[in-house]
């Protein structure tokens, strides 16, 4: 790899992991995560030595693909967001009680104030209960450096180790100054003889395994406090603690505004798990400490056991700063000096532009096939006498389907939700029942409910929306397409309970009709929607497919 | 003025009209010229016409924040009116605010255009311009951010040779005719400084 170039901390992290030697890439799209994987599979491909990227069906299959390359004595990386790592959470945590060969690192980019996500959980809290370490950087160089460092901590410590990213840095573009040096892939070997059992978590071995993870956990700490800094002033009354893109914002708010770093004791936090001696140098330091972490107080909450009756901590906990959301410059300012700067936007400007401002929302391209199929879908409730129906939505571009003037989508909680929360609802009376999934979504986790619907004599219809494409994250190639009936006739349905439809505009008249006649019937059904992608269709991305422009 | 001043810039837009193509434009030239630069982007749902936006911020001093202060930033280059209003809350008071006046209403509750238009007229600061109707005269009606970024050149410390090439790198893949009518959009708004009648302030 070249030195110095401009680089999103996505792609820093993937170029690190090439210059680290890795072998494998896996995982399963997810904003804000997705580039770590799409940057190192162009790597792969022009580095043309036999690495290996390969999206998973979902962030399990994934992680535990990245776990079999491990065992193989090569070093392997597995990204995903971080609700993914929900969905690999029993690989992850039962890899720490085996432990790896080569060296593995996860990549899990968090998504603070939910910019294209459900939730704005906090990866550190699930390392911290796996007993992983954790890597936070705050910059696209230090993504890159930091991960280059995780792959020789994991095979030191003979552990997974987390690289935390948020979207703020998986998605900034800045400069890194990578190795002049790229490491080939190599193996260190499969697990000798003597450890061949480690790897086998029946109860009698899990049980000394997890008492030889216990064991690491002074040489975690040791590890990561090689990253963690502690400085400390004769004239500063005031600490702060950042971490992440805390760090950054406190950086450049000192640096924008000339403030001086002896103004305040700071404990800078890259690494967990955090020794608490750092914190506690700091408290005998302080009269009062901030705390400017993203995005769930973590630290904040490590602390204020310390602190009582000896200094006050201020962040999330006593509002400080907004319980929920993103970071800024801003709100440090106003937490520090309790002042916002002056923009150009007086109050009589705001006034004026409060009553424009409308959001903007993203909505369904304008040919996008999910547009007539939910006008289908709904026709079709309309007309059998279903005035307010009630749909259980998935995650995708079709969750768009909860706005006006589809309003076809009532419920968008996880991958794979909606299929099995149909199936809940029909078994406690509803009907029709019907959850709608993306194909990619129906390979990640809706397949399993195909299984307890077949079997079953009530009116469940099972609807995938099938582009043949992951479509919100940027039209990656699926794991798979065109065998969902094949499964289903597998699991029990008969073939007069497998539809295919074309959501096209002049096919919308006779979709209504058979769907009228489906969503009558007390038996379950599976309902295929086949349209592609329209952005991928621009792109052509479809190109290497048959010529035909919609396959139905 | 700070020792090495923090220039922020913000560009504003509607998901598929290339503001982050813009940005990045940007963001290589400005690095080129040899400042520490740091850009945050949006992805994810931008694609599918709500709103994008990327801050970049540029010193002679390594920058650490990839986001702008509210408040704090000194150049606001708007692709859309509404968006441009919608931004308007991390400028300056002095600060620089280049527009397209080109309404991008794919919404059912898009407010007034002339509303908005007339408001952004009103404030301090603000050059007009009619990128698209310009980018038409030339040929090359889709070009009308390149316009645009042209115009804001001006406003930006990047030399001329560096913003060639940057559009030159920018565009290569797409053969040489695309990498003259871009820097021929680019070239018409640059030299806007010159003509103030095609700029409403």
């Known amino acids: 790899m070249k030195t110095n170039k401009l680089l999103l901390g996505d792609e820093a992290l993937a170029i690190a992991a090439c210059d680290a030697g890795v072998k494998a890439f896996y995982g399963y799209p997810g904003t804000p995560s997705t580039e770590i994987f799409e940057a190192g599979e162009k790597y792969v491909k022009n580095l043309n030595d036999g690495r290996i990227a390969e999206w998973a069906a979902n962030e399990k299959v994934a992680y535990e693909f990245a776990l079999g390359t491990s065992y193989t004595g090569y070093r392997s990386v597995v990204t995903m967001k971080h609700v993914g790592l929900n969905v690999a959470f029993d690989a992850f945590i039962n890899s720490a009680i085996t432990g790896i060969q080569g060296g593995l690192v996860v990549a899990v980019a968090d998504d603070p104030g939910m910019h294209s996500s459900q939730n704005e959980q906090d990866t550190r809290f699930l390392a911290d209960f796996a007993q992983l370490p954790l890597l936070e950087p705050s910059t696209p160089q230090e993504v890159y450096d930091f991960t280059v460092e995780a792959f020789a901590l994991s095979e030191k410590l003979k552990l997974p180790v987390v690289v935390r990213l948020v979207t703020r840095l998986a998605h900034s573009r800045g400069e890194v100054f990578a190795l002049k040096t790229s490491l080939k892939p190599g193996s260190v070997g499969i697990p000798p003889t003597s450890e061949i059992y480690n790897w086998v978590l029946v109860p009698s071995i899990a049980r000394v395994r997890y008492r030889e993870l216990r064991k690491k956990l002074p040489a975690l700490y040791e590890e990561a406090q090689k990253f963690n800094s502690l400085q400390t002033f004769q004239s500063a009354q005031i600490g702060v603690v950042t971490s992440g893109m805390g760090s950054a914002y406190f950086h450049q708010y000192k640096k924008n505004n000339n403030i001086s770093d002896e103004k305040y004791n700071h404990l800078n936090v890259k690494a967990y798990p955090l020794d608490i001696n750092l914190l506690l140098s700091l408290i005998k330091k302080s009269d009062a400490i901030y705390v400017f972490e993203e995005n769930y107080p973590y630290l904040e909450d490590m602390l204020i056991p310390y602190c009582k009756g000896k200094c006050d901590v201020h962040g999330r906990r006593d509002q400080t700063l907004p319980v929920d959301g993103e970071l800024n410059i801003s709100l440090i300012r106003q937490a520090l000096e309790n002042r916002q700067l002056d923009s150009i936007v007086d109050e009589n400007l705001f006034a004026q532009i409060s009553s424009l401002i409308e959001i903007r929302p993203p909505k369904l391209c304008e040919d996008c096939g999910h547009r007539d199929a939910f006008n289908d879908i709904t026709s079709a409730l309309k007309n059998i006498g279903v005035d307010d129906p009630r749909i259980f939505g998935d995650i995708g571009c079709y969750s768009l389907g909860v706005q006006p003037p589809h309003n076809a989508i009532h419920t968008c909680v996880e991958m794979g939700a909606s299929l099995s929360m149909a199936f809940g609802a029909a078994m406690a009376g509803m009907s029709p029942s019907i959850g709608i999934i993306g194909d990619s979504t129906f390979f990640h986790s809706g397949m399993p409910t195909l299984l307890s619907a077949a079997k079953v004599k009530l009116n469940i219809n099972l609807i995938i929306m099938d582009n043949a494409i992951v479509g919100m994250t940027g039209q990656q190639a699926p794991v798979a397409s065109d065998i969902a009936p094949l499964i289903a006739r597998a699991t029990g349905f008969s073939e007069q309970q497998i539809y295919l439809l074309n959501p096209l505009p002049q096919k919308s008249e006779e979709n209504v009709k058979q769907l009228e006649q489906i969503f009558m019937r007390d038996e379950p059904s599976l309902i295929i929607f086949k349209r592609k992608c329209i952005i991928a269709m621009q792109r052509k991305l479809y190109l290497s497919e048959k010529k035909e422009a919609l396959h139905a | ?201």
């Open chain 2, 1 to 201: 003025m700070r020792e090495n001043p923090t220039f922020g810039l913000v560009v504003a837009g509607v998901g598929g009209q290339g503001a982050i193509t813009i940005a990045q434009l940007i963001l290589g030239a400005v690095w080129m010229d040899g400042y520490h630069v740091l850009q945050s982007e949006v992805h994810g749902m931008s694609q599918r016409g709500g709103e994008v936006s990327a801050h970049i911020i540029f010193s002679k001093d390594p920058v650490m924040s990839p986001t702008i202060e509210e408040g704090d930033a000194d150049l606001l280059l708007g692709l859309e009116p509404l968006e441009t209003l919608r931004h308007l809350k991390y400028l300056k008071k002095d600060a620089d605010i280049i527009t397209s006046m080109t309404t991008i209403e794919n919404m059912e509750n898009y407010p007034s255009s002339k509303k908005i238009l007339n408001l952004l007229k009103s404030i301090d600061g603000v050059k007009m311009i009619d990128s698209d109707l310009i980018a038409k005269d030339i040929h090359f009606s889709h070009k009308g951010n390149m316009t645009l970024l042209g115009y804001a050149s001006n406003y930006l410390p990047v030399n001329e040779e560096v913003w060639d090439k940057a559009i030159k790198e920018r565009f290569k893949n797409k053969g040489n005719k695309m990498v003259d009518k871009n820097l021929h959009a680019f070239n018409t708004g640059r030299k806007l400084i010159n003509n103030e009648n095609s700029v409403y302030q």
